[in-house]
């Protein structure tokens, strides 16, 4: 079918235009930068400062620590961008209904536009920042190339489990005006759940056995743990099946919540 | 001199009564502030977790002890929500830039700088500010041997005044910047959230350089971090004497002259988009 396939350069489209988008905001994303390099410096610090009374912990010596550290600093905006509204706003100023009313699929609509930014930020964001990270606490590269490979397969679906979860979390404000304080809400918890504050692999192990079966396990623990050569072999079967089926299930979820909110746009009668 | 005195008096009645009138609103709906403190409380809770997450694994910091690294957060958590709860407007200050108002706020015959930190009075950064309060009893109860003295009740007054003076300092630097491009508001959170993170941490486990910075160039340190120590009975960093820390509001006053004499010099620079 011909249409289908116009579906799909559609999509193309919208990505290219969001990877295009953010190529213009160059100054607000140097800064960004700096920040996240910032970030990762402190956090590097007061590592080096733990690692003083001990040598390993968990499996982690402080170099493992410091090469997670860095790489979750660097994935953070490809995965849960911090103080992303944009769907939010558009359902606030009323946007919204010209999304809806776009031809084609709203969740996939949003998606691809996120595909694009992600894609983005991976290569302008990741990147420089590891490597800063190499340059300013001389972490190296773990690994080789089957790790590489494996742990930028599972970042796919990584981004994809961030994508599905930034917008569950703003399309609340079809019900709550005032939904800032819940996108706050959504963006510690995904902070927290996904490593970013304290490895996974350093929780209390009541607290790790409930986060390997979170969502956000998948965002960026599992593609860092690969990376940095602690998870291999069958383990990383039994990862891809759970976070496969998170994925379907956030995707369902955001669909269906997609539906019943253009619904109520109808409803309301826009 | 006269006249710039009864200014400031008459602009800061102004701005007690533009405050009063926010929280009126904001009072008005109750279920809806309710739910944003409470978030903020619970968000900073999780925040705030990750010291004792830490310490879970590793027993010291060093030398530092659970409790104290857990007083230092605390203040430093309380301190942070106090400069938010009064520096909302002027982080918001790039949206007034953007959209031509502070061509109007020129206009009006009240000083520009009250007007904009009226602009925005958060009132759910009470939230944080109640979650640095309760840790900062729990953190107390962490440490039983902690001896209390006149002298380190004042130091506690001087260290959260001075730390949240620099705190809106810093936003007012921020601000400042919007003069020349609205594209790098992002700068200002490495001095406020980065701020606040550094400084939830013992200065020791920064190289010296960072140290130095901190404590003399944009001065948390010098006054948030150094009243701290006093109290805990902590060496000072740099092996600065003790009785430095008396001195952190002197930091703090100093380092908010200097914001002021820049944001003075941007508004006199301030060409309007709109042309």
């Known amino acids: 079918m011909p249409r289908k396939t116009h579906y799909y350069r559609f999509y193309f489209e919208v990505a290219r235009a969001s990877f295009r988008r953010q190529l213009v905001y160059r100054w607000t994303n140097l800064t960004g930068l700096i920040v996240n390099i910032f970030f990762g410096a402190i956090f590097s610090y007061v590592m080096i400062a733990l690692f003083q009374a001990r040598h390993d912990t968990a499996g982690y010596d402080l170099r493992d620590t410091l090469r997670y550290i860095w790489l979750v600093q660097a994935l953070i905006m490809v995965v849960v961008p911090f103080g992303w509204t944009d769907l939010m706003l558009t359902i606030r100023s009323g946007d919204v209904v010209s999304d809806l009313s776009k031809p084609c699929d709203f969740y996939w609509y949003w998606f691809s536009r996120e595909v694009g930014s992600a894609l983005y930020y991976f290569l302008f964001r990741t990147v420089p920042i590891y490597l800063g990270g190499m340059l300013l606490f001389g972490i190296g590269l773990p690994g080789g190339w089957v790790s590489w490979l494996g742990s930028g397969f599972f970042l796919l679906i990584g981004a994809a489990l961030g994508i599905a979860f930034r917008f569950l979390y703003n399309i609340i404000a079809f019900w709550i005006i005032e939904a800032r304080a819940m996108v706050t809400m959504g963006q510690v918890i995904a902070t927290f759940f996904t490593g970013s504050y304290i490895p996974i692999a350093f929780m209390p192990f009541w607290l790790r056995s409930i986060t390997l079966w979170l969502p956000f396990n998948g965002m960026m623990n599992v593609p860092t743990e690969i990376f940095t050569g602690k998870l291999f072999g069958g383990a990383l079967a039994f990862e891809f099946l759970r976070q496969a089926l998170w994925l379907v299930a956030l995707t369902l979820l955001a669909r269906g919540i997609a539906a019943i909110a253009a619904r109520r746009v109808v409803v309301q009668g826009g | ?275």
Request: glycine content about 8%.
């Open chain 2, 1 to 275: 001199m006269i006249t710039g005195i009864t200014g400031i008096i008459s602009d800061l009645s102004l701005y007690r009564r533009l405050i009063g009138m926010q929280l009126r609103t904001q009072v008005q709906y109750k279920v809806n502030l309710a739910v944003d403190i409470f978030t903020y409380f619970l968000v900073t809770m999780l925040e705030y977790m990750v010291i004792f997450l830490y310490f879970n694994t590793f027993q010291t910091l060093l030398g530092w002890h659970v409790g104290e690294v857990a007083l230092l957060g605390a203040v430093v958590s309380f301190t942070f929500g106090l400069a938010e709860l009064f520096g909302s407007g002027l982080d918001s200050f790039s949206e007034i830039i953007r959209r031509g108002e502070f061509d109007r706020i020129l206009l009006r015959p009240v000083g520009a700088l009250m007007q904009v930190a009226s602009n925005e009075f958060r009132m759910r950064r009470l939230g944080r500010m109640t979650q640095g309060l309760l840790m900062f009893l729990f953190a107390l109860h962490l440490l039983p041997a902690l001896h209390w003295t006149f002298a380190k009740l004042l130091m506690l007054v001087f260290g959260i005044a001075s730390g949240a003076t620099i705190f809106v300092a810093v936003l007012l630097l921020g601000a400042t910047l919007c003069f020349w491009t609205v594209e790098t508001t992002e700068l200002a959170n490495i001095l406020t959230y980065g701020g606040r993170e550094v400084m939830s941490w013992p200065l020791s486990v920064y190289n010296r350089a960072f140290q130095s910075i901190f404590l003399f160039v944009v001065p948390l340190a010098f006054g948030l971090y150094m009243p701290v120590c006093y109290l805990l009975g902590r060496p000072q960093p740099l092996g600065l004497p003790d009785a430095a820390a008396f001195l952190s509001p002197l930091a703090a006053a100093l380092f908010a002259a200097v914001a002021y004499v820049f944001w003075r010099f941007g508004v006199r620079r301030y060409q309007s988009a709109g042309g």
